[in-house]
């Protein structure tokens, strides 16, 4: 049946498959490593460092295309 119930618990497996997935990838990535970052320097789990990579490039993407879908909002409405 496809209703909104059915698309919202078909979204809440796959998001658990993919927590899943994530955390076998974060165990078996537990090495340490340097991160230095302008002045600071510190040190994480290779697997916790590339999933803060990911989501930090992701936030950047959002930013930057939710910009972009506002000046084309203002330019829509201009014309």
């Known amino acids: 049946m496809k209703t909104r119930t059915g698309y919202t618990w078909t979204a809440l ?4 498959l993919l927590g899943i997935v ?3 990838f974060i165990l078996q990535n537990l090495e340490q ?7 600071w320097s510190f040190s994480l789990p290779l697997g916790v460092t590339v999933l803060l990579s990911v989501i930090a490039g992701a936030l950047v993407m959002a930013l930057v295309g ?13 014309s």
Not at 13 to 16: F, L
Not at 66 to 78: C, N, V
Request: glycine share 4%.
């Open 33 to 39: 490593a340097r991160v230095h970052l302008f002045f």
């Open 13 to 16: 497996v796959a998001a658990a």
């Open 22 to 24: 994530v955390l076998i």
């Open 66 to 78: 939710g910009w972009r879908i506002l000046q084309l909002r203002r330019a829509a409405k201009r």
